[in-house]
T-cell receptor, first 114, second 114 residues
C-alpha cells in the first residue's frame, strides 16, 4: 500500500508570493492533517480536514488555508509569503479523526522563502 | 507557550547502552502520548504510545514510562543500535479536545556511537 505522498518536495519562493502544496493520503484514509516544522518550534499543527471539511485549525494566521477534495487529497495554500514561513511542511493521514488515530506522515515539502 | 517540552535537543549514547529520552507536558487534559522517530528527508514515523490509564508500555526494545503526577514521560531504548540515530518527537493529545490533533515537542536528536 502506497504511503502518504507530498508534492513538490522542495520549493523556493520570494516574499509576497503564494504557494500551494499538495498531499495524497494513504488509500482509505479520510483525515488529512498539516503540520509546520521549524528548528525552534518543532512540529506545529496547522489544520485537519476530514470528509472535505476543516475540523480543526491551529494557531496560524489566515494566510494559511487548505482544502480537501472528494478523493481525500488535500492542498495547503500560503499567501503573501514571509521569510518566517520557511519550514518543512508535513502532511499526515489517518483513518479517522481524534488524537488516538495513528497518523502516517509524508516526507514533507521543504519551503524556502527568500 | 510550549505545552510539550523536550528539554534536551541532543543526546549521544554508546551502542548497546540504554538511551533515555525525556518529555514534559503542562496541560493536564492530555491523556494520550506518542513517540515518533524522524530520519532526515522523511516524515516522522510512529514508534510507541501510551494511554494515561497506564504507566508503562513496552514494545520490543522500546518502553515508554508515564508519570502523571509529574507530567513527565520517557522513552527507553535498550539496547541502543546505530539505526536508532534519528530525531525523536514526543506528542500528546486529549480525548477532551474532540478532534484536536497532536501537540508535539521540539524533538531530541539521538546519536548512537558505534
Amino acid at each position: 500500500k502506497a504511503g502518504v505522498t507530498q508534492t513538490p518536495r522542495y520549493l523556493i519562493k520570494t516574499r509576497g508570493q503564494q504557494v500551494t502544496l499538495s498531499c495524497s493520503p494513504i488509500s482509505g484514509h479520510r483525515s488529512v492533517s498539516w503540520y509546520q516544522q521549524t528548528p525552534g518550534q518543532g512540529l506545529q499543527f496547522l489544520f485537519e480536514y476530514f470528509s472535505e471539511t476543516q475540523r480543526n485549525k491551529g494557531n496560524f494566521p489566515g494566510r494559511f488555508s487548505g482544502r480537501q477534495f472528494s478523493n481525500s487529497r488535500s492542498e495547503m495554500n500560503v499567501s503573501t509569503l514571509e521569510l518566517g514561513d520557511s519550514a518543512l511542511y508535513l502532511c499526515a493521514s489517518s483513518l479517522g479523526t481524534g488524537g488516538d488515530n495513528e497518523q502516517f506522515f509524508g516526507p514533507g515539502t521543504r519551503l524556502t522563502v527568500l | 507557550d510550549q505545552q510539550v517540552k523536550q528539554n534536551s535537543p541532543s543526546l549521544s549514547v554508546q551502542e548497546g547502552r540504554i538511551s533515555i529520552l525525556n518529555c514534559d507536558y503542562t496541560n493536564s487534559m492530555f491523556d494520550y502520548f506518542l513517540w515518533y522517530k524522524k530520519y532526515p528527508a522523511e516524515g516522522p514515523t510512529f514508534l510507541i504510545s501510551i494511554s494515561s490509564i497506564k504507566d508503562k508500555n513496552e514494545d520490543g526494545r522500546f518502553t515508554v514510562f508515564l508519570n502523571k503526577s509529574a507530567k513527565h514521560l520517557s522513552l527507553h531504548i535498550v539496547p541502543s543500535q546505530p539505526g536508532d540515530s534519528a530525531v525523536y518527537f514526543c506528542a500528546a493529545s486529549s480525548s477532551n479536545f474532540g478532534n484536536e490533533k497532536l501537540t508535539f515537542g521540539t524533538g531530541t536528536r539521538l546519536t548512537i556511537i558505534p
